[in-house]
């Protein structure tokens, strides 16, 4: 039976295209590693960004103790409490700054300065963190187009509320992760629960700290976004600086990935 040889121009091409197919950087689809440090010293100027809203948006609660209808003036304060709820990511990485500064001391010769997102930068670090993977590598490239010597990332990726009027009447007191409350329907706190990620990243796109952590706080007309904010991010401050800024860390640099 006769054969059929191909080209040799075919074959070359074919070939071409299998080494090309080869050297084409694939994404890297591996689960993130939870935690993330170098023990690396971080100083000079570090940018910080708006904090990201990676969370589903909260709904306002209608339900009520004993299940009746809430009153339109109940309605009102649980829709201004929805509203506040949305402001906490952003008072939580607005504060970071100046938590991190108090447990540094005036001996960190460093100094944090806003600034503002990249374009394309801020979408590619929420998709990340929806996937679950890539989100050192849209950190890293995203350090690298801030400048600066460091950027700090914090982000908010699950936000649940619920009033605490549903577990009583007024004036019963309620014990909270953040100390007793007292139910009150004109102030009505909420008991916030809500997991927050920061990441400090070097100029050249080492990720020195990646870190979250599951937190609570409780928020109401007399603890508004700002007071609660104020209070996370000092939480928050204290736990990451275990891991950065370390004596320890001047005398090593090596990359280390919690289990």
Same mark, same amino acid.
């Given at each position: 039976m006769p054969t059929t040889s191909l080209p040799s121009s075919i074959l070359t091409t074919g070939l071409l295209?299998?080494? !090309?197919?080869?050297c084409v950087k694939r994404p890297d689809l591996r689960p993130?590693?939870?935690f993330v440090w170098v023990a690396r010293p971080v100083q000079g100027d570090v940018r910080v960004l708006e904090a990201l809203s990676a969370h589903t948006a909260p709904e306002v609660h209608l339900g009520s103790y004993l299940g009746e209808p809430l009153p339109e003036a109940r309605v009102a304060v649980r829709t201004a409490r929805a509203e506040?709820? !949305?402001e906490l990511p952003a008072a939580v990485g607005w504060e970071l700054p100046g938590a991190?500064?108090?447990h540094l001391g005036p001996t960190w010769p460093g100094s944090f300065h806003a600034e503002r997102w990249p374009a394309g930068r801020r979408d590619r670090v929420l998709d990340a963190l929806g996937q679950g993977h890539g989100l050192d590598d849209a950190l890293g490239d995203l350090a690298r187009s801030v400048g600066g010597?460091?950027?700090l990332v914090t982000w908010v990726d699950r936000l649940a509320a619920e009033p605490? +009027?549903?577990q009583g009447f007024p004036g019963d007191l309620v014990s909270t992760p953040n100390g007793p409350v007292v139910i009150d329907h004109t102030n009505e706190p909420y008991l916030v629960d809500l997991r927050v990620g920061v990441a400090l990243v070097a100029s050249d796109g080492e990720v020195v700290v990646r870190y979250h952590q599951d937190m609570h706080t409780v928020l109401s007309e007399?603890?508004?976004p700002t007071v609660a904010g104020r209070q996370l991010a000092r939480d928050l401050a204290a736990e990451v600086l275990k891991v950065w800024h370390r004596?320890?860390? +001047?005398?090593a640099h090596g990359r280390h990935a919690a289990p």
């Open positions: 295209a299998l080494l !090309v197919a080869g993130e590693q939870p506040q709820l !949305v991190m500064n108090g010597d460091a950027v605490l +009027s549903l007399a603890r508004p004596p320890e860390a +001047s005398a």
